[in-house]
Protein backbone atom coordinates (compact mmCIF):
# COMPACT_ATOMS: atom_id res chain seq x y z
CA UNK A 1 0.00 0.00 0.00
CA UNK A 2 1.09 3.74 -0.92
CA UNK A 3 1.81 5.69 1.80
CA UNK A 4 1.82 9.99 2.20
CA UNK A 5 0.26 11.39 -0.37
CA UNK A 6 -0.17 8.87 -2.90
CA UNK A 7 -2.31 7.06 0.56
CA UNK A 8 -5.38 9.44 0.54
CA UNK A 9 -5.18 10.44 -3.23
CA UNK A 10 -9.02 10.20 -5.10
CA UNK A 11 -8.71 8.23 -8.37
CA UNK A 12 -10.08 10.08 -11.34
CA UNK A 13 -13.47 8.52 -10.58
CA UNK A 14 -13.68 9.37 -6.84
CA UNK A 15 -12.69 13.65 -7.90
CA UNK A 16 -15.54 13.69 -10.84
CA UNK A 17 -18.03 11.65 -8.25
CA UNK A 18 -16.89 14.29 -5.82
CA UNK A 19 -16.86 17.41 -7.93
CA UNK A 20 -20.70 16.44 -8.75
CA UNK A 21 -21.71 16.03 -5.21
CA UNK A 22 -20.52 19.61 -4.03
CA UNK A 23 -21.87 22.60 -4.84
CA UNK A 24 -19.29 24.88 -3.92
CA UNK A 25 -15.81 26.72 -4.95
CA UNK A 26 -13.52 28.87 -3.07
CA UNK A 27 -11.62 30.56 -5.92
CA UNK A 28 -8.28 32.99 -5.80
CA UNK A 29 -7.63 35.06 -8.39
CA UNK A 30 -4.47 37.40 -8.20
CA UNK A 31 -5.10 41.09 -7.27
CA UNK A 32 -3.69 44.18 -8.87
CA UNK A 33 -0.95 44.20 -5.84
CA UNK A 34 -0.35 40.48 -6.06
CA UNK A 35 -2.28 39.36 -3.21
CA UNK A 36 -4.64 36.47 -3.50
CA UNK A 37 -8.29 37.08 -3.59
CA UNK A 38 -11.20 35.06 -2.55
CA UNK A 39 -14.21 34.32 -3.05
CA UNK A 40 -16.84 31.37 -2.72
CA UNK A 41 -18.99 30.76 -5.66
CA UNK A 42 -21.71 28.10 -7.01
CA UNK A 43 -20.67 26.07 -9.48
CA UNK A 44 -21.23 23.17 -12.65
CA UNK A 45 -18.14 20.74 -13.78
CA UNK A 46 -18.83 20.97 -17.70
CA UNK A 47 -16.61 18.79 -20.04
CA UNK A 48 -13.84 18.58 -16.91
CA UNK A 49 -13.54 21.97 -16.31
CA UNK A 50 -15.17 23.92 -13.33
CA UNK A 51 -17.50 26.80 -14.47
CA UNK A 52 -19.41 29.83 -12.36
CA UNK A 53 -20.69 32.74 -13.33
CA UNK A 54 -20.64 36.29 -12.06
CA UNK A 55 -20.63 40.06 -12.50
CA UNK A 56 -18.93 41.32 -15.15
CA UNK A 57 -17.75 44.02 -13.19
CA UNK A 58 -16.59 42.19 -9.54
CA UNK A 59 -12.98 42.50 -8.30
CA UNK A 60 -12.45 38.45 -9.75
CA UNK A 61 -13.34 39.45 -13.23
CA UNK A 62 -10.83 42.34 -12.95
CA UNK A 63 -8.15 40.09 -11.87
CA UNK A 64 -8.43 37.63 -14.13
CA UNK A 65 -8.44 40.09 -16.99
CA UNK A 66 -5.41 41.09 -15.90
CA UNK A 67 -4.05 37.74 -14.76
CA UNK A 68 -5.91 34.37 -15.65
CA UNK A 69 -4.03 32.29 -13.59
CA UNK A 70 -6.35 30.51 -11.04
CA UNK A 71 -6.70 28.32 -7.87
CA UNK A 72 -10.16 26.62 -7.06
CA UNK A 73 -10.43 24.78 -3.76
CA UNK A 74 -13.76 22.21 -3.48
CA UNK A 75 -13.57 20.69 0.09
CA UNK A 76 -15.64 18.77 2.65
CA UNK A 77 -15.57 17.47 6.57
CA UNK A 78 -15.64 18.22 9.45
CA UNK A 79 -13.03 16.31 11.40
CA UNK A 80 -9.71 14.86 10.32
CA UNK A 81 -10.15 12.04 9.09
CA UNK A 82 -13.74 12.99 7.47
CA UNK A 83 -11.23 15.77 5.20
CA UNK A 84 -11.45 15.69 1.47
CA UNK A 85 -11.31 18.05 -1.16
CA UNK A 86 -9.65 18.85 -4.81
CA UNK A 87 -7.75 21.35 -5.52
CA UNK A 88 -7.12 23.48 -8.89
CA UNK A 89 -4.85 25.73 -10.29
CA UNK A 90 -5.26 26.50 -14.08
CA UNK A 91 -6.03 29.40 -16.49
CA UNK A 92 -9.49 31.11 -16.75
CA UNK A 93 -11.87 31.85 -19.76
CA UNK A 94 -13.72 34.53 -18.81
CA UNK A 95 -16.51 33.87 -21.46
CA UNK A 96 -18.81 36.89 -22.99
CA UNK A 97 -21.39 35.60 -25.42
CA UNK A 98 -24.63 35.93 -24.06
CA UNK A 99 -25.57 32.61 -25.07
CA UNK A 100 -23.06 30.81 -23.69
CA UNK A 101 -23.47 32.83 -20.67
CA UNK A 102 -26.98 32.46 -20.47
CA UNK A 103 -26.78 28.70 -20.84
CA UNK A 104 -23.28 28.09 -18.18
CA UNK A 105 -25.54 30.34 -15.85
CA UNK A 106 -28.88 28.63 -15.72
CA UNK A 107 -27.15 25.55 -15.20
CA UNK A 108 -25.44 26.95 -12.66
CA UNK A 109 -28.57 28.33 -11.14
CA UNK A 110 -30.99 24.92 -11.36
CA UNK A 111 -27.56 23.21 -9.59
CA UNK A 112 -27.21 25.89 -7.01
CA UNK A 113 -30.91 25.17 -6.24
CA UNK A 114 -31.43 21.80 -6.64
CA UNK A 115 -34.03 21.51 -9.08
CA UNK A 116 -33.81 19.51 -11.92
CA UNK A 117 -33.92 22.10 -14.96
CA UNK A 118 -34.70 26.13 -15.44
CA UNK A 119 -38.36 25.09 -16.16
CA UNK A 120 -38.50 23.82 -12.78
CA UNK A 121 -37.70 27.47 -10.99
CA UNK A 122 -41.05 29.17 -12.77
CA UNK A 123 -41.88 32.32 -14.70
CA UNK A 124 -40.02 34.10 -11.98
CA UNK A 125 -37.20 32.10 -11.78
CA UNK A 126 -36.38 32.12 -15.43
CA UNK A 127 -36.84 35.75 -16.00
CA UNK A 128 -34.53 36.38 -13.11
CA UNK A 129 -31.50 34.36 -14.82
CA UNK A 130 -32.00 35.92 -18.04
CA UNK A 131 -31.99 39.23 -16.45
CA UNK A 132 -28.83 37.89 -14.52
CA UNK A 133 -27.57 37.17 -17.72
CA UNK A 134 -26.74 40.61 -18.98
CA UNK A 135 -24.71 41.52 -15.72
CA UNK A 136 -22.76 38.16 -15.78
CA UNK A 137 -20.35 36.44 -17.64
CA UNK A 138 -19.59 32.64 -17.11
CA UNK A 139 -15.54 31.49 -16.28
CA UNK A 140 -14.56 28.52 -17.33
CA UNK A 141 -11.51 27.14 -15.18
CA UNK A 142 -8.76 25.19 -17.33
CA UNK A 143 -7.68 23.00 -15.12
CA UNK A 144 -3.22 22.68 -15.23
CA UNK A 145 -2.70 20.67 -12.20
CA UNK A 146 -5.00 18.49 -9.68
CA UNK A 147 -4.38 17.52 -6.28
CA UNK A 148 -7.43 15.41 -4.13
CA UNK A 149 -7.11 13.98 -1.19
CA UNK A 150 -9.29 11.70 1.04
CA UNK A 151 -8.86 11.51 4.59
CA UNK A 152 -11.36 8.59 5.13
CA UNK A 153 -8.29 6.28 3.10
CA UNK A 154 -6.12 7.03 6.21
CA UNK A 155 -8.64 4.80 8.72
Given at each position: ?????????????????FLDA??????????????????????????????????????????????PRVS???????????????????????????????????????????????????????STVE?????????????????????????
Amino acid sequence: MAGGRDAVKMTESEISAFLDANLKVQVASIGKDGAPHLATLFYIVDDGNLVFWTYGRSQKIRNLERDPRVSALVEDGLEYFELRGVSITGRAEIVRDHDRILDLGSRVAVRMVGANSLDDLGELGRSTVEKQATKRVAVIIRPEHIASWDHRKMV
